[in-house]
């Protein structure tokens, strides 16, 4: 399995609009980050999580051709406002995408989106999908995905994992029943924003108590903020975990 790190930044991006700090002006192009999204690849099965706001940019940039599916964390601007571009990927295999998440998150596509649930008239096209609301494990061809509830302030979303990776970003609380759900990963990839506490977000220090408590090998801070430069925040993160960058590839056997 294949991993690629569309984009890992926070709901602004980074730079920031109209900031000057270091890491908005910094020449690191580790520093650049668009709105977080991930790509997996396993054998002939492409699957995003989330479709970021620059995703058509990012799928150019990483050469996606074609996909099975969405997992959706929630119906928030900078996880779905690339929904739009799946509409070419629907047209060229003729077929729905199947597009999931939990109960709230579905309600909302259909309200933020109601132009691809409702007749209109011909023009550029719209996608062709198929939302379906998940609480239990499913598939994707022949990979099994199973939801993680966590929450985003009061928000309910969800996390995901896949195998022995997980991916949750915008959590600020995981669930006893939840955290049961993450053992024997070998990859964990959190949204961190910055190190001082946050209503709705990780800081640094809970997600290093969380990667600790789980004994997870490896870790992957995303939805970064430009309040975390990308090699001074390496440095002093343990050696199993980094922030990472957009245009990352990680593996997993």
């Known amino acids: 399995m294949e991993i690629t790190f569309l984009g890992t930044g926070t709901s602004h991006g ?33 699957i995003l999580i989330d479709t970021a706001t620059e995703f058509r940019l990012q799928a150019l940039s990483a050469g996606i051709r074609h996909v099975d599916g969405v997992l959706y964390t929630h119906c928030h601007a900078d996880h779905v406002f690339g929904f739009d571009d799946l509409r070419v990927f629907s047209k060229l295999t003729q077929k729905s995408i199947p597009i999931y998440g939990n ?18 008239q011909k023009g550029g096209g719209k996608p062709q999908i198929e939302p379906i609301v998940v609480q239990e494990p499913f598939w994707i061809n022949n990979i099994k995905i199973v939801p993680i509830p966590v929450f985003h302030g009061v928000l309910p979303i969800l996390g995901y994992r896949i195998g ?21 990963l070998d990859i964990l990839i959190l949204g961190v924003v910055r190190h001082e506490p946050h209503s709705t977000h990780m800081h640094v220090q809970q997600a290093l108590d969380l990667i600790e408590e789980l004994e997870v090998p490896r870790a992957f801070f995303t939805h970064v903020s ?8 390496n440095r002093v993160l343990p050696a199993n975990v980094s922030l990472a960058h957009d245009g990352q590839k990680i593996s997993l056997l």
């Not at 730079?15 to 980050?33: D, G, M, Y």
């Not at 109960?103 to 209109?120: C, D, L």
Request: glycine share 2%.
């Open 164 to 184: 022995n990776l997980a991916y949750i970003t915008d959590c600020n609380r995981i669930p006893l029943s939840s955290l049961e759900l993450l053992h024997g």
């Open 14 to 46: 980074v730079p920031v609009l109209t900031c000057e700090c270091a890491v908005c002006t910094s020449s690191n192009s580790k520093n650049r980050r668009t709105r977080s999204s991930i790509w997996i690849q396993e054998s002939e099965t492409s």
């Open 226 to 233: 430009h309040l975390l430069e990308h090699d001074e925040t």
């Open 103 to 120: 109960e709230t998150t579905m309600k909302e596509f259909r309200e933020v989106f109601s132009y691809v649930f409702r007749k209109t």
